[in-house]
């Protein structure tokens, strides 16, 4: 069973660099050929694909937010990472990790989510 876990501040300031990490049990991020993704949800709005990292290190990008968006992984503790620079308020979200098979679509496992909230 695959689990995936967010972790990170839950408090950003405008202004700054929001970084959160996935941490994955049950299975490798190198495994052939998963896609493992950064996705999030704004109070009342839909699901938000941010970018993701391939099972070989290749990052995707959405392109609304690709000058923003950083995505990293640490193959040795089998986490993933997120970075968004230059938050505002607009990005008070929910922010999801997930994985989904030879894509970076249909996800089969997701994290439980974790809120992040910009404010000064």
């Known amino acids: 069973q695959v689990q995936l876990q967010e972790s990170g501040p839950g408090l950003v300031k405008p202004s700054q660099t929001l970084s959160l990490t996935c941490t994955v049990s049950g299975g490798s991020i190198t495994t052939n050929y998963y896609y493992w993704s950064w996705i999030r949800q704004p109070p009342g709005k839909g699901l938000e694909w941010m970018g993701a990292?391939?099972?070989?290190?290749?990052?995707y990008y959405n392109p609304s937010l690709k000058s923003r968006t950083s995505i990293s992984r640490d193959t040795s503790k089998n986490q993933f990472t997120l970075q968004l620079s230059s938050v505002t308020p607009e990005d008070t979200a929910v922010y999801y990790c997930?994985?989904?098979?030879?894509?970076?679509?249909?996800?089969?496992?997701w994290g439980q989510g974790t809120q992040v909230t910009v404010s000064s």
């Open positions: 990292i391939a099972y070989s290190g290749s990052t």
């Open positions: 997930a994985r989904a098979p030879n894509s970076v679509v249909n996800y089969d496992y």
